[in-house]
């Protein structure tokens, strides 16, 4: 066995000691400087440590079976453990007070240390909320940024997948995509992002600070947001309740000097409260992507070098999407006259055909239209909002 190997055995007994948390072993590793000094401290400076009689315990016996357990899981193809002391290790991680001792890594482990952007938000988001999540993910990847996220329903998804979309921009400039999981990397929570899972480990990077073999325990996920937030130059936050785990992840990144983003909403909607409060508590209000770039400051010069179809990428979207509209409605100015007559926020029937001028047969007719093709969304009590 290679010193390396012996020095990694060390590593993962430590963490495997019952109520033995990153912060206590930061302190451990200041009086003790190696975990293989730290085990081999013997019963008196164990005491002298201040470790429990339970942590001790363990100490003077490691499962060494759970130790080997994970060094089996390494025989699959890219499967990764970085170590606090290994030259792969995230640097910005690295610099936060309870950073991991330990990650488990599937795909490319070089992504780590790119620029990323953390994109949270709700697990129940509208559709709107889905596209901006995604749309921003895109566009950012096109310019070479990296995208991370917790791969819940929702928010994390649609940006993970929208850096994975990037993929199909043939400039060859494009960013990846990391998801911070809950759960050992053997497990996919939820279960249906089995597939987007597989999809990260080929074109990114899964991460997690949890051995092979843990579940979904509910602790464990707003545990991993302070990696989310680590790893990340900043985190933008799109849809948001007042009390949510996006909340949680934007109020680490500000403990950790990070940049914090967040996209306002209607006035009327619970999941705007979230990022409303953020903005009044210094969270930057923003409304494109570019202005994500333009307040990362020297972080935005790592992507000013990035060929210029990247932008034109963005505005051939946009271009693209009012062809589409002209060409899904047959160019009809009364469709036109009723899509402009529904806001982003929920629009009674009635107010449309007021603003439309209308007949109620007539607005419904076309709404109906407009709802099959997408671009507006039917909601509760007759109410519509737009979809795109």
């Known amino acids: 066995m290679t010193q390396t190997e012996k020095a990694l055995r060390s590593w993962l007994a430590l963490t495997h000691t019952p109520k033995l948390g990153p912060v206590r072993i930061h302190s451990l590793l200041e009086i003790f400087d190696t975990p293989a000094d730290v085990l081999n401290a013997g019963l008196s400076g164990w005491k002298q440590a201040g470790l429990s009689e339970k942590m001790i315990e363990y100490l003077s016996a490691p499962d060494w079976d759970k130790v080997d357990a994970d060094l089996k899981w390494l025989d699959q193809e890219n499967a990764s453990i970085l170590t606090l002391d290994d030259d792969r290790y995230p640097p910005l991680l690295k610099n936060i007070p309870d950073a991991p ?6 795909g490319q482990v070089e992504v780590l240390k790119q620029p990323q952007l953390a994109i949270v938000g709700s697990r129940n988001p509208t559709h709107a909320g889905k596209d901006i ?44 995509t990391v998801a911070v999981m809950g759960t050992g990397l053997d497990r996919v929570y939820p279960a249906k992002h089995r597939d987007l899972a597989h999809n ?140 402009k007559c529904i806001d982003f926020e929920p629009t009674s029937v009635d107010k449309v055909v007021e603003r439309s001028g209308l007949t109620a047969d007539a607005v419904c007719s076309m709404l109906l239209v407009l709802e099959l093709q997408g671009y507006v969304t039917a909601l509760s009590g007759g109410y519509y909002c737009q979809g795109r």
């Open 101 to 106: 001792p330990v990650l488990y890594i599937l």
């Open 133 to 176: 999540a995604h749309d921003f993910a895109l566009y950012l990847a096109n310019m070479g940024m990296t995208i991370t996220s917790g791969m819940a329903l929702g928010i994390d998804a649609a940006a993970h997948q929208g850096a994975l979309d990037s993929l199909k921009n043939d400039s060859g400039n494009h960013g990846l």
């Open 200 to 339: 990260i480990a080929k074109n990114g990077v899964l991460v997690s600070e949890y051995a092979p073999g843990t579940p979904a325990l509910p602790g464990n996920f707003p545990r991993r947001n302070r990696i989310i937030s680590g790893l990340s130059t900043g985190v933008l936050v799109v849809e948001a309740a007042v009390q949510s785990g996006s909340l949680i992840t934007a109020r680490l990144a500000s403990e950790q000097g990070r940049e914090v983003f967040a996209v306002p909403g209607s006035l009327h909607h619970p999941l705007a409260k979230g990022c409303h409060a953020l903005i009044r508590q210094g969270a930057k209000l923003v409304e494109t992507a570019e202005h994500i770039l333009e307040e990362l400051g020297g972080f935005a010069n790592m992507f000013s070098e990035v060929d210029e179809n990247n932008r034109s990428f963005a505005q051939n979207s946009e271009q693209k999407q009012e062809t589409e509209l002209n060409l899904a409605i047959n160019v009809d100015d009364e469709y036109k006259q009723v899509l």
